[in-house]
Structures are given as structure tokens and as C-alpha cells.
């Protein structure tokens, strides 16, 4: 008999973002004439850029030749993308690591989630509060998160980020965690972290021997200059860090897939023995058994990105969004609402502002971010996230992606100016 892994049957059956659609799906069909516009899914709108296109062309010409033909590649990506990578994500910042240390993958999504596979079932593992979903599901997936209990896993360490504490996580003092992830600039809150609050993380970790999983899938949206893009800029983290990074937001790939991952050859993890095992060779066996590598022509469109013309376009579209984000931020906040974020992130967190809404359908849902959410389709026509789909410490809050085109945000911010003053 075929026992199932039961550990599946305790994830919650709703995914966050199948759940908006039904909603909205629900919302055109008794409206089949209005126009709803979304700023709720964190997908990205703009083409891909010209160097990229080029690239892709080349590498489809040299894969119609036998010269060219590229069959199965690297497990762990080719040299000329990783050479490219540390030339230019990491030199730059000072930051020194070796070619075995990147790990191209064919998206974070699938790095974040699978990276759990190199730590023992029975370690704790501590999140911020709200939270990129992967995090926490890869984890039930295996047995390690434990069992629900009013919205929060048994296992897993909740690390509020509010507007109360300023969105900064405190380090846990009442519990102990082996594991920890960080996402700076954070989806979904859209704020980031400091060089100096991150240094606190990093000498934590190292104090109490615990492992920090970085995602900075959103890094290239920082402006700030107190503001790490990696956090190998912190001494001492190439001891206690794994860090992702994906090309997904930063230059349009989602379609696409590519990303990559630095498992540096200092980073350790203990055997019940208390021996130290490096973790850089047991992710490369993983992925050796895994994981078949990334396109190659997705690689060389990766590449085309570092190019000097590449970072131009990429920078350009990077620039599109976030004009979208400030004059989301200027709006909602002339309009009165609480928002944070969207400085050095394209994501908007907004306090749902306290109504006395008598309506059936506020009253149809306990949450406060879920019935401010069914308020603004229904009188706006405008799809955000609710905030209690990311967490807990979501509840009270909802999401703004800044990843629409120009004038679907500015028709949306039209709308809810329109809809807030006569509601
Ligand atoms: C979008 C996103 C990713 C990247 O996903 P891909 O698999 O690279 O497309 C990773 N982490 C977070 C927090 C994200 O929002």
C-alpha cells in the first residue's frame, strides 16, 4: 500500500491568490460589465528588455547548429553567468566569493522551498510575520512546521513585523530557532532593513549557531545606500548565510525562469555528533540529483542583463514601477491612508483604515484585511491582497503591487480616490 505523505493534508487547501480569484471571479459575474483592475498579484507587466531579446535570439540560432547545440548543462549553472554574477552583483560591494559558491537555479521559488532539505526534520525554524508563503508550506510539507493552531504552526517562531514595531523584526527571546528566514526588501510589506539592524541578525546567528535564509529577490529595487543589497556585506555572514536572488522582479524572467543562489564554503551545520559539516558540497549533491540545470538560454539572457546596455533597460523598467509606487504612496497618503514601503520595494502595505461598515458584505468576513479587500472591488473595481494571506501580523493590512502599467495604476488610484471620499 502506497501510505501518502501526510504531512500535505495539513497545509491549508486555499492558496492565497486562487481564493482572490474566486472572489473576484464571483464579483464579475454578477457584474459581467465592470472593468476590474488588479493590484493584488506580484507579477510583473513590462516586456522583457532589448539585450535580453538579442541574447535569447543568438542562443536559439547557436542551438539550431551541432557546433552551437547545448545539451544538458552544468547541475549548477554555466561559468560565463556566474562569472558575470560575481563580477557584478558581488565585487562591487567588496564582497569576494568563489565560482563554487553560485548555484544558478531556475527561480527562487524553487531554492527558498527546497533549500529545507539540507537541515534535519526537527529544527525550529523562525519567520518574520507576514511572510512569502514558500517559507512556511515547504516546511509543513515535510513534517517540520508542526500543527496549525489558530492561524500560526506549532513549530515555527513568529517574528512580528508591524506598523507598531516599525516593521523590524525583534530577535526571539522567549523560544530558541535553529533557522531562520529574512526577506529584505520584504515582500510583502515592502520595507527593508538597515545595514545595522541586519549586523544584529548576523551576530545573533552566529552567537547561537543558527542558519539564515536571505532572499533578496527584490535587491535591485534598493536605492537607499544604508540599505544592503546582499547580506555577504555583513562580516562574518558567509558563516551563517545562504542567499537568493532570482531575476524575476529584477528584470522581467518570471516567465522565463532563472535565478541563483550562494551557498558559501564556509557555512556549516552540526551533526547530532556536534561535527561541523559543510553545507556548499551537500546542496551541490542535492541539486546534482535534483535538478538538471537552468536553460541555457535562459542563461545567456541572464547574462545579457550585466551588459552595459542590459543594466540600462533593466534599470529603465526597474524605474517604470516605482514611479508607479510613488505616486501610489503620494496618493493613498494625501487620501489619508496609513501606507508603508515602496521606497527601496515595489509593494505598498496599507493599514485598512477602521470603518463603521454595517454592510452584509463586510459582515461576511471576520477579517479586517478580507473585508476591506471585498469593499474595494466592490466599490472601486480594484484588486488588492489582503494581508492576513501573508501571516498573521497581516491581518489589519492589505498589499499594493507597484508591477501594473502606468495607466492602470493611475486609473486605479483615480478610483479609490473617487471611492474613498464618497464612501
Ligand atoms: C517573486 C519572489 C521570488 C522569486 O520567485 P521566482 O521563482 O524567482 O520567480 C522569491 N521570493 C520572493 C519573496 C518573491 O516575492
Redesign the pocket.
Known amino acids: 500500500m502506497a501510505l501518502v505523505n501526510e504531512h500535505f493534508l495539513k497545509l491549508p487547501n486555499n492558496y492565497l491568490f486562487a481564493d482572490i480569484a474566486k472572489k473576484v471571479n464571483a464579483f464579475k459575474v454578477m457584474h459581467p460589465k465592470a472593468d476590474v483592475i488588479s493590484l493584488g498579484i ?1 507579477d510583473v507587466t513590462q516586456p522583457l528588455c532589448p539585450a535580453v531579446i538579442e541574447a535569447m535570439h543568438r542562443a536559439t540560432d547557436e542551438m539550431a547548429t551541432t557546433a552551437g547545440f547545448h545539451g544538458y548543462g552544468p547541475e549548477q549553472g554555466y561559468d560565463f553567468l556566474r562569472e558575470a554574477i560575481l563580477k557584478n552583483d558581488f565585487l562591487p560591494r567588496g564582497i569576494h566569493l568563489d565560482i563554487d559558491e553560485v548555484f544558478i ?6 531554492d ?1 522551498g527546497n533549500m529545507q532539505e539540507l537541515i534535519r526534520w526537527d529544527n525550529t525554524i523562525g519567520v518574520t510575520d507576514p511572510i ?1 508563503p ?1 517559507y512556511i508550506d515547504s516546511n509543513v510539507m515535510i513534517g517540520r512546521a508542526g500543527t496549525m493552531v489558530d492561524g500560526r504552526w506549532s513549530n515555527v517562531v513568529y517574528m512580528p513585523c508591524t506598523a507598531e514595531n516599525g516593521f523590524v523584526p525583534s530577535i526571539p527571546k522567549d523560544r530558541h530557532v535553529d533557522v531562520i528566514y529574512l ?1 529584505y526588501p520584504n ?1 510583502p510589506t515592502g520595507t527593508v532593513i538597515t545595514k545595522k539592524e541586519l549586523r544584529k541578525w548576523v551576530n545573533y546567528a552566529l552567537k547561537n549557531d543558527i542558519l539564515i535564509f536571505y ?1 533578496a ?2 535587491q535591485a529595487y534598493i536605492t537607499d545606500p544604508e540599505v544592503p543589497h546582499s547580506i555577504y556585506e555583513i562580516r562574518g555572514a558567509r558563516k551563517c548565510a545562504i542567499e ?1 536572488h ?4 529584477t528584470a522581467g ?2 516567465g522565463l ?1 532563472c ?1 541563483y543562489t550562494i551557498v558559501p564554503k564556509d557555512l556549516t551545520a552540526a551533526t547530532l555528533d556536534g561535527e561541523r559539516i559543510p553545507l556548499n558540497p551537500l546542496w551541490n549533491r542535492r541539486q546534482c540529483t535534483k535538478f538538471n540545470g537552468t536553460s541555457y538560454i535562459s542563461q545567456r539572457a541572464a547574462e545579457a542583463i550585466y551588459t552595459p546596455e542590459g543594466k540600462e533597460q533593466v534599470k529603465a523598467t526597474i524605474d517604470y514601477y516605482m514611479q508607479n509606487a510613488h505616486l501610489m504612496i503620494a496618493t493613498l497618503r494625501r487620501l489619508g491612508y496609513e501606507v508603508y514601503g515602496g521606497d527601496n520595494a515595489p509593494y505598498i502595505w496599507m493599514k485598512t483604515p477602521r470603518t463603521s461598515d454595517t454592510s452584509e458584505r463586510g459582515a461576511l468576513s471576520r477579517s479586517l484585511s478580507w473585508k476591506f479587500f471585498e469593499q474595494l472591488l466592490y466599490g472601486a473595481n480594484v484588486v488588492c491582497t489582503p494581508g492576513v494571506g501573508f501571516g498573521p501580523s497581516g491581518e489589519g493590512y492589505v498589499r499594493f503591487t507597484a508591477f501594473g502599467t502606468h495607466e492602470s495604476t493611475e486609473e486605479a488610484l483615480h478610483r479609490i480616490e473617487k471611492w474613498t471620499i464618497n464612501h
Open positions: 506580484g537555479n531556475d527561480g527562487a521559488k524553487s527558498t512569502y514558500v526577506c515582500n532572499d529577490a527584490y537568493f532570482s531575476y524575476s522582479k524572467f518570471t525562469r535565478g
